[in-house]
């Protein structure tokens, strides 16, 4: 028999960045909120001279324990889908501050053409160079109108970088400068003017000098030290969320956090949300939280999941194409990319930050013209310079011997010759690409696994193909002595990381019909109950997602103060 708590205004599930903007911003208001992270407490303190590639990098500390919860995966819905017993394409982020703990930093601004990708292509190409089963479709809002909410947010995390020549017009520059550029991101930099591209420093989570923001927390310049992806910062120079907006929710004296909590069911009756059921994992307890709000602000696929297992929304079918619960799955093109080794330039490679690089977005959204190729949208290209750690990265050109003599006189030769200009290409969705429950597997409580069913298709596979010679070439003018590219994109991997950009599920746009939130990640068919990141973007553009989740966290969170205070849909 679950235990009944005392109702309260809101309760979050799931606190990383989505949660902690959502908490702030209500607890600033008055309203008393609970969240609930099933993960431990996380602190800065823990990050103290821990620079252990070993214990973060390579045995996941940060990361979610896959012996109680996983995935399940197939390619088709033909086959049966496995567990992903050991962690390989992306990392799921555990523990107070989710996935913005362990994160690089690179903070983007999704294009104005993501938000009317559809309207757009057609426009410009006609329909018919959308394929019959992409399921492309505009978010139900504007770049315009997302724009102050991207601002708020690059305020918050104290954003470092500089104006995007490519990219939608801004209200204010943004809150300090850009990071120090090195010389192999000089490099890349003045060779692609020299192209006639348009180059600028990536924008950066990672401090590039001491900042205070608008809530009047304080933090220190990055040391670029290298350890950000799958590390905390020692410094608090990294923007993740507990540094910066869990502090403000705490200190209102409204927020209870409580860890160890492994949410499992959203409670409804009709169309209403009453509250939360959860375990407490320490103890087993069952505890149901009642809450006039629920605003689900977890991982991707678990948000999806809770949906599913609560039956709260219309289940995506890939055969009729109806519902939208776990619909528009969307991952990212990463393997567009080419190394370089340079017999005659040395570089400083192990030095280096999170979001430390210089990108381009000549072939990035639609600014390029698609007319003559087999594919939309694009990618952006960068080179970044995020520290190479020693266990991790030994590069070396393609055909060196896996072992013995020469193995070790060229990675020796190229530990600081090597460079790697990389594409980040955009994921379409399709209509057998999609989330569902798993009929055979569970997890530590019983309650089935998230299933994946995805593959790359022929528009991730020319566009890869396509980001790779941009970036060969890029490598090539940059004085490569020798340049290894990538040739053709094979079937989708999950035992390889790429990246954990995953998207949708809970997707955004005008219309009940083919979305299950409206802009402000308020479900359609429960008014109290608000779904935030990036499960609501409906595909993924050519970019890191953070920027944009933080972005529709700042938007939910005024949503749900106007349901607190009036009640019904919002448009």
């Known amino acids: 028999m679950a235990k009944t708590l005392p109702k309260i205004d809101v309760v979050i599930v799931g606190v990383g960045w989505a949660g902690g903007i959502i908490a702030s911003e209500l607890t600033k208001k008055g309203l008393n909120v609970v969240g609930l992270e099933r993960g431990k407490e996380r602190k800065t303190e823990d990050y103290y001279m821990v620079h252990d590639e070993v214990r973060y990098a390579a045995h996941y500390e940060l990361m979610q324990d896959l012996s109680r919860e996983s995935v399940t995966f197939r390619s088709n819905e033909k086959i049966?889908?496995?567990?992903?017993?050991?962690?390989?394409?992306?990392?799921?982020?555990?523990?107070?501050?989710?996935?913005?703990?362990?994160?690089?930093?690179?903070?983007?601004?999704?294009?104005?053409?993501?938000?009317?990708?559809?309207?757009?292509?057609?426009?410009?190409?006609?329909?018919?160079?959308?394929?019959?089963?992409?399921?492309?479709?505009?978010?139900?809002?504007?770049?315009?109108?997302?724009?102050?909410?991207?601002?708020?947010?690059?305020?918050?995390?104290?954003?470092?970088?500089?104006?995007?020549?490519?990219?939608?017009?801004?209200?204010?520059?943004?809150?300090?400068?850009?990071?120090?550029?090195?010389?192999?991101?000089?490099?890349?930099?003045?060779?692609?003017?020299k192209m006639k591209l348009h180059p600028y420093m990536q924008p950066s989570a990672n401090l590039s000098e001491n900042y205070t923001n608008p809530d009047g927390i304080s933090r220190v310049a990055c040391q670029y030290c290298g350890y950000c992806e799958r590390f905390g910062c020692e410094y608090g120079?990294?923007?993740?969320?507990?540094?910066?907006?869990?502090?403000?929710?705490?200190?209102?004296?409204?927020?209870?956090?409580?860890?160890?909590?492994?949410?499992?069911?959203?409670?409804?009756?009709?169309?209403?949300?009453?509250?939360?059921?959860?375990?407490?994992?320490?103890?087993?307890?069952?505890?149901?939280?009642?809450?006039?709000?629920?605003?689900?602000?977890?991982?991707?696929?678990?948000?999806?999941?809770?949906?599913?297992?609560?039956?709260?929304?219309?289940?995506?079918?890939?055969?009729?194409?109806?519902?939208?619960?776990?619909?528009?799955?969307?991952?990212?093109?990463?393997?567009?990319?080419?190394?370089?080794?340079?017999?005659?330039?040395?570089?400083?490679?192990?030095?280096?930050?999170?979001?430390?690089?210089?990108?381009?977005d000549d072939y990035n959204g639609d600014n390029f013209d698609h007319s003559g190729l087999k594919f939309i949208h694009g990618g952006s290209v960068s080179i970044s310079q995020t520290g190479q750690r020693p266990i991790q990265n030994n590069p070396v050109p393609l055909g060196t011997a896996t072992w013995g003599k020469e193995f070790k006189a060229n990675s020796i030769k190229y530990v600081n010759r090597a460079l790697t200009v990389g594409g980040q290409g955009s994921s379409m969705p399709f209509r057998h690409h999609f989330l569902d429950l798993d009929p055979t597997y569970k997890d530590a409580y019983g309650d089935p696994l998230m299933r994946l069913t995805f593959d790359f298709e022929d528009q991730d596979r020319e566009l890869a193909i396509f980001l790779a010679g941009q970036c060969a070439a890029i490598l090539k003018e940059m004085g490569a002595n020798h340049i290894d590219t990538m040739k053709q994109l094979g079937p989708y991997d999950i035992v390889t990381y790429q990246s954990t950009h995953n998207t949708g599920g809970v997707i955004m746009g005008a219309s009940p019909d083919t979305s299950a939130v409206n802009t402000y990640s308020q479900m359609w068919d429960v008014n109290n109950c608000f779904v935030v990141g990036a499960s609501s973007f409906p595909h993924n553009s050519g970019y890191n997602p953070t920027g944009t989740v933080g972005a529709l966290a700042y938007r939910a969170a005024e949503g749900i103060l106007a349901y607190h205070q009036k009640g019904g849909p919002l448009v």
């Open 80 to 193: 049966r889908a496995l567990p992903m017993r050991q962690y390989g394409s992306f990392l799921l982020g555990d523990g107070l501050g989710g996935s913005g703990v362990h994160w690089n930093g690179q903070t983007f601004r999704f294009l104005p053409y993501d938000f009317q990708i559809r309207s757009q292509t057609i426009a410009k190409y006609g329909a018919n160079k959308i394929p019959a089963e992409m399921l492309i479709q505009d978010w139900g809002i504007t770049y315009d109108e997302l724009e102050p909410y991207y601002d708020r947010f690059e305020k918050t995390a104290g954003i470092s970088g500089e104006v995007n020549p490519l990219g939608g017009k801004r209200s204010n520059p943004y809150p300090t400068p850009p990071m120090k550029k090195s010389p192999a991101l000089n490099l890349f930099a003045d060779t692609t003017l």
């Open 237 to 360: 120079a990294k923007a993740d969320p507990v540094v910066t907006v869990i502090p403000v929710a705490k200190k209102t004296g409204k927020f209870e956090i409580r860890t160890h909590s492994q949410v499992r069911r959203v409670l409804h009756t009709g169309n209403k949300a009453t509250g939360v059921m959860y375990t407490d994992v320490t103890t087993g307890e069952d505890i149901i939280q009642p809450a006039d709000i629920v605003v689900l602000t977890s991982y991707v696929f678990n948000n999806s999941r809770l949906l599913l297992m609560s039956q709260l929304g219309r289940p995506y079918d890939s055969q009729t194409g109806k519902g939208v619960i776990g619909k528009n799955y969307a991952y990212q093109v990463i393997k567009g990319n080419a190394a370089g080794f340079f017999d005659n330039k040395e570089f400083n490679n192990f030095a280096g930050a999170g979001a430390l690089g210089v990108n381009l």
